[in-house]
Nanobody, 127 residues
Framework: QVQLVESGGGLVQAGGSLRLSCTAS????????VGWFRQPPRKERRLVGH????????YYEDFAKGRFTISRDNTRNTAYLQINNLKAEETAVYYC????????????????????WGQGTQVTVSE
């Protein structure tokens, strides 16, 4: 059973940056795609983007292009989400997940399903 633990969240001023980490236990991490999601207060959880097993392909939702970067280090069983120039409306719980991706791994036409969720890390952006 894979367990995912997010870290790196906290309180940051608007315009600041954070790097979130997602560390996994278990041997399946290095062969699995990882997705990052976020859930603002009273809103639905939605995809930010994902990265394939090797780190060679990434996909970002339109809102995440340019300021969000997903990467991974399979030697550390860890995936990362770098967020720059944070905005107050991006206050949310950020989650990572092991996912299955169907279709091209860097295409907006791909679909995905979640295998395992992390517990989430709170990011609060103050104005």
């Amino acid at each position: 059973q894979v367990q995912l633990v997010e870290s790196g969240g906290g309180l940051v001023q608007a315009g600041g940056s954070l790097r979130l980490s997602c560390t996994a236990s278990g041997r399946t991490f290095s062969t699995a795609a990882v997705g990052w999601f976020r859930q603002p207060p009273r809103k639905e959880r939605r995809l930010v983007g994902h990265i394939n097993w090797s780190g060679s392909k990434t996909y970002y939702e339109d809102f995440a292009k340019g300021r969000f970067t997903i990467s991974r280090d399979n030697t550390r069983n860890t995936a990362y989400l770098q967020i720059n120039n944070l905005k107050a409306e991006e206050t949310a719980v950020y989650y990572c997940a092991i996912i299955n991706v169907f279709g091209a791994e860097d295409s907006e036409e791909s679909t995905w399903s979640v295998q395992h969720w992390g517990q989430g890390t709170q990011v609060t952006v103050s104005e």
